[in-house]
């Protein structure tokens, strides 16, 4: 099997992405999901089906596909001056200054002069065949494969309109000289021949290019973060080669080309700095506003931007491999699925448009039945039965969900939150409990030098400066700690250095012998320890630390505590979860003390302590089996290899982006910043999402379910029930677009 996204265009509502998943999913082995707002297809296919038979699937249901670029191809510019969103506006402009004229008499009855009912239908001619052509012709399309959309409603309900004020004009009496009517807010009025409904065909076709022209202009601002993801990189990069510097684009950079970037410039690829000392903006990627400090060996990602000095960067990730672009991958597939709630909209769109009309039929002949024999009876039957056409329109309900989709995971992507699908946020509405790995996810994962006791005879400097520069020769974790704590400048000469495995080091320092390492290598090289030392590193290991005790001229002179710390955020994210009605777990295979005193430096209650990787999978099995029918949902947060199967085993997996590509591979979110911080922002913002689909289809439904009876009781003229549908898809699509302001 293999997956491909398609990129439809000729799709006009919810029903029409339900109608081209229909068609697919009757290929053998073939699976599709197709996204409206985002006008793509994202289909799993046996591999030696081949995608022509898919585009030609798609052309028959009536439709267009295409497949996507290849990665070296820059995306379109989704903007205002697209071909799609320029015709719409064109046929927009032209429709609204003919149909202006013609709503402005219909509605000022004083106005009316002699002929006035030929001057409009002159103008609203041109807005009723050419202005509605794109609704005529999909309606068209749509029937040949005996299929209805929203826009057979609009061609139905506009034709109905038009046509008979045709009759009323040839054949009645409205076009008679001196032919005058008023305007009602409600649906009937007068003699059936002697009015026209000219302005209701001009002014429901206009309402209905506005409503789609600002739907299509919002849709395309809803995926303006995945754009701009998309777009962030370097466009030209300035490469080294052969000793000299040359300007190329950036897609012709290969994985180990030398990058020089100057200060203001984009970083053109991911890499590993080789030269320079530098500050750089990495908000693009994680959200962080603060740029972070780099030198050499640090990692650097593409597109990030240097703020400070020149550095030169060894491209490692190019192209589609780089950080950014597995980024808007993850975004776009979570774009591209589809949410419980979306997938009700799309059945209930697909069956809607044929009851909608069979409703408008029955309207017709109910209201012809109730007015047999009255003047205005016919008039009163077309004009409530065009109303419950245009009304009923089901456009709000299928972009209720996508849009907010949309919106939400392209401001996740912002502040370095990816949701790898639309499922993921509503597991993250059911999370009762928060399990956090300790090591690398509340902690740094990095040894620091957290406390030094200068023992009888020294100073506490002298004992960093003597620890530091034995250190120095070391390659153990605990040994950089302690040769990091102290600046280059001030480390002492080192020489007879020796590795004791195990137990420390020895050497000497500016000529003096020294030793550093276990209580055991200072007995064994014949150093006296004090019993004040002693307790020192007893003390240290109460709190989790790993102490070590360094000496000199026969004698122990103090002792030097390292401990992985505690990420400076992390006591403020765990309040903000317990904010958030979240229970935190630490979940560790360090030793109970170590994990105790993280836990109460942070304001976690609920330690599972000395837990082997495998063991973990267990453990959150546990936590989830404690809900009231064995349901409790449970978020895990990890961010190495050993985690990756309690990520995939929890309701809700998130990542620390920091962390291993497999953590990163099994989990549903991944925080791209490393801060813990950024779990309660995506709790919110999933918690915010959700929502805003909630009140977006509680806005869909309710408005054609209050609409439709109001239209069929003839309550309603045709042309307000045009506004009120444009308006309500409108109002869906805005209400989306809040979400661009979460913080």
């Known amino acids: 099997m293999t997956d491909v996204e398609l990129a439809i265009t000729g799709m006009t509502c919810a029903s029409c992405a339900h109608r081209i998943e229909r068609k697919l999913g009757k290929l053998d082995g073939v699976t599709a999901s197709v996204n409206y707002a985002t006008e793509k297809a994202r289909v799993t296919f046996p591999a030696d089906l081949g995608t ?123 076009g008679q000289p001196g032919m005058t009517h008023g305007f009602d807010l409600f649906a009937g009025r007068g003699d059936a021949l002697g009015n026209i409904y000219l302005e209701a065909a001009a002014g429901v076709t206009t309402f209905m290019l506005a409503g789609r022209y600002a739907e299509k202009r919002a849709r395309r601002r809803a995926g303006s973060a995945l754009r701009e993801l998309l777009e962030a990189g370097a ?24 990058l020089v970037v100057r200060p203001g410039e984009r970083i053109g690829a ?68 589809k949410a419980e709630a979306q997938r009700l909209a799309d059945r209930v769109s697909s069956v809607f448009v ?161 030793v550093i390492g276990r209580p055991q290598l200072l007995d064994s090289e014949g150093l006296a320890v004090s019993e004040n030392l002693r307790e020192a590193v007893r003390a240290a290991a109460g709190r989790g630390a790993t102490a070590v005790l360094v000496g000199w001229e026969g004698a122990a002179r103090g002792v030097l505590a390292v401990a992985d710390t505690v990420k400076p955020t992390s006591a403020e994210a765990i309040a903000r979860l317990r904010a958030l009605g979240l229970e935190p777990v630490l979940l560790t295979g360090d030793s109970e003390v170590a994990a105790r005193q993280v836990a109460a430096e942070v304001g976690i209650e609920r330690v599972v302590a000395e837990v082997l990787p495998v063991d973990k999978v267990d453990q959150v099995k546990a936590l989830q089996a404690e809900g009231p029918h064995g349901a409790r949902g449970v978020a895990m947060v990890g961010d190495g290899v050993n985690d990756a199967a309690a990520l995939a085993q929890a309701d809700l997996g998130i990542a620390v982006g920091t962390g291993t590509d497999v953590a990163i591979e099994a989990s549903d979110l991944t925080l791209v910043s490393g801060d813990l911080l950024a779990v309660s922002d995506a709790v919110r913002l999933a918690r915010r999402t959700l929502g805003t689909i909630r009140a977006n289809l509680v806005w869909a439904f309710g408005y054609n379910v209050a609409a439709i009876p109001l239209a069929a009781a003839g309550l309603l003229n045709p042309m307000l029930a045009g506004a009120a549908m444009a308006a309500s898809s409108v109002c869906v699509v805005g209400n989306s677009l809040r979400l661009r302001r979460f913080r």
Not at 249 to 257: I, K
Not at 358 to 366: H, R, W
Not at 385 to 404: F, N, Q
Not at 444 to 452: A, E, I, P
């Open 52 to 174: 022509d038979v898919l585009l030609d699937t798609v052309a028959s249901a009536g439709y267009t596909a295409a497949l996507p670029a290849p990665d070296d191809v820059a995306p379109d510019e989704q903007s205002d001056d697209d071909p799609e969103v320029a015709e719409l506006r064109r046929r927009l402009l032209v429709s609204a200054a003919l149909a202006t004229p013609v709503l402005v008499l219909a509605m000022v009855p004083p106005w009316q002069f002699a002929n006035w009912q030929w001057l409009s239908l002159t103008l609203a001619s041109p807005v009723v065949v050419w202005g509605a052509w794109p609704f005529h012709r999909a309606a068209a399309v749509n029937a040949r494969h005996g299929a209805t959309t929203m826009d057979t409603l609009v061609s139905v309900g506009v034709l109905a309109a038009y046509a008979w004020s045709l009759v009323a004009l040839f054949l009645g009496t409205a």
């Open 235 to 258: 466009k030209h990069v300035t490469v080294r080669r052969d000793g000299a510097e040359m300007s190329v684009p950036a897609a012709e950079v290969a994985a180990g080309d030398l």
């Open 270 to 337: 991911d890499g590993v700095v080789v030269e320079g000392t530098s500050a750089v903006d990495t908000a693009m990627v994680t959200g962080e506003s603060v740029p972070v400090e780099v030198g050499p060996e640090s990692e650097v990602v593409g597109g990030c931007v240097n703020v400070g000095g020149l550095l030169l960067v060894r491209a490692t990730r190019v192209g589609a491999d780089s950080q950014v672009a597995q980024m808007a991958r993850l975004v776009e597939e979570a774009q591209q699925g």
């Open 354 to 514: 044929p009851i909608v009309i069979g409703l408008a039929a029955l309207t017709a002949v109910g209201w012809l039945v109730a007015g047999a024999g009255t003047p205005g009876g016919i008039t009163h039957a077309l004009a409530a039965a065009v109303a419950v056409l245009i009304i009923a329109c089901p456009c709000a309900l299928g972009l209720a969900t996508p849009t907010a989709l949309m919106v939400g995971t392209g401001r996740g992507a912002q502040l370095g939150i990816l949701v790898r699908g639309p499922e993921v946020l509503e597991q993250a509405r059911r999370i009762e409990v928060v399990v956090l790995d300790k090591t690398g996810t509340v902690t740094t994962g990095q040894m620091s030098l957290v406390d030094v006791v200068a023992g009888e005879g020294a100073e506490e400097s002298q004992v960093r400066r003597v620890a530091a520069t034995l250190e120095s020769g070391s390659e153990h974790p605990v040994a950089r700690a302690i040769a990091a704590a102290l600046p280059a400048s001030e480390l002492g000469s080192l020489g007879d250095f020796a590795n004791r495995e195990g137990l420390g080091v020895v050497g000497s320092v500016d000529g003096t012998p020294a």
